[in-house]
């Protein structure tokens, strides 16, 4: 890794691999750097991208590998970034096992790390009948009971948008209730009925959500959970490079900020995928990695003038 790379992708997910994959054909010196770690891993399959309509997360990354491997100026690496500083006109880009490369551009595409409820059982089922997203998630529990574990203005919005897959919804809010009157008659005006008692245990069966289970001992049958769940960048090296965040929003409280060609605030620069997104998709992240290649190229070609 001594040759200077055009562009150094930190992360291997959709984003990722999608700007390598554009980077590849546009003949571009790449290296993509990827630790293997993708927070949708333990998904049961992607859903609504087109082609890959409940595929495994890692099917599709292995098959965005395998397209790599025919392009000769692309490198992919196992590992993790852990540093990068700017080095004559590009960055110096040092790994976690010592290793060191070169690179003119930076695309950081390392994804999101979710924080979701502190509740036992909960990590246990996440991506499969415990979600975040029914877009992705609510078409494989339609028709079943479920629950919303959230409060306030999330529940609500929550709750109402899940109604589209199953009639059976119960908000969950644990306690105690941030949920105001007028809220809750909206609710059960929707025949959505709301639960204040301290949720203490997701129940499995077979690894699918058969109950919840509430601190006094009574156990309400469900069989998918919509939580909500607040995004983090998974690696500091966007703090550390010191590039500007956006403010926390309804998602995500550690999104980049950067501007239609996504440039961050710092130059040479560039996020792609969940790193700066308020809407975490697989297909999102495909297009942002796709749109960020190309704005990495016509950057490489304004310099070389």
Same mark, same amino acid.
């Given at each position: ?74 490198? #992919?690496?196992?590992?993790? !970034? %852990?540093? &990068?500083?700017?080095?004559? /006109?590009?960055? =110096? ?5 010592? *290793? ?93 009925? #709301?639960?204040?008692?301290? !949720? %203490?245990? &997701?129940?499995?069966?077979? /690894?699918?959500? =058969? ?5 006094? *001992?009574?156990?309400?049958p469900r069989r998918g959970l919509l939580v909500s769940a607040t995004l983090y960048q998974r690696s500091p090296l966007a703090a550390r490079l010191g590039v500007r965040f956006a403010g926390p929003g309804p998602v995500s409280a550690e999104s980049i900020d950067v501007d239609p060609f996504y440039r961050t605030s710092v130059p040479g620069v560039f996020a792609a995928g969940d790193v700066c997104a308020q809407l975490p998709q697989v297909a999102a992240a495909i297009a942002a990695g796709s749109g960020a290649a190309a704005s990495v190229v016509r ?7």
């Amino acid at each position: 890794m001594d040759e200077i790379s055009d562009c150094v992708i930190v992360g291997g997910g959709a984003a990722g691999l999608s700007a390598a994959l554009v980077l590849g054909r546009a003949r571009r010196r790449t290296l993509l750097v990827d630790a293997g770690a993708q927070s949708n891993l333990s998904a049961h399959g992607i859903g609504g991208l087109l082609g890959f309509d409940g595929v495994p997360p890692a099917q599709l990354y292995a098959q965005g590998r395998r397209e790599l491997a025919r392009y000769p100026s692309v490198t #992919v690496h196992h590992g993790e !970034v %852990v540093a &990068a500083t700017p080095d004559e /006109g590009g960055f =110096a880009v040092t790994l976690a096992d010592g *290793g060191r490369a070169r690179s003119r551009l930076l695309l950081l595409a390392a994804g999101m790390r979710y924080a979701c409820p502190d509740v036992p059982g909960v990590q246990e089922l996440w991506g499969t009948s415990v979600f975040h997203c029914p877009f992705c998630h609510g078409w494989e529990v339609r028709d079943q009971p479920l629950a919303v574990l959230a409060d306030g203005e999330q529940a609500v919005h929550k709750a109402l948008l899940l109604q589209g897959w199953s009639s059976d919804v119960v908000v969950l809010t644990s306690g105690p209730p941030r949920i105001p009157d007028s809220d809750r008659d909206r609710l059960a005006a929707a025949g959505i009925r #709301v639960d204040d008692r301290a !949720v %203490v245990r &997701a129940i499995a069966e077979d /690894g699918t959500l =058969a109950a919840v289970e509430f601190a006094d *001992g009574d156990r309400l049958p469900r069989r998918g959970l919509l939580v909500s769940a607040t995004l983090y960048q998974r690696s500091p090296l966007a703090a550390r490079l010191g590039v500007r965040f956006a403010g926390p929003g309804p998602v995500s409280a550690e999104s980049i900020d950067v501007d239609p060609f996504y440039r961050t605030s710092v130059p040479g620069v560039f996020a792609a995928g969940d790193v700066c997104a308020q809407l975490p998709q697989v297909a999102a992240a495909i297009a942002a990695g796709s749109g960020a290649a190309a704005s990495v190229v016509r950057t490489l070609m304004e310099e070389q003038r």
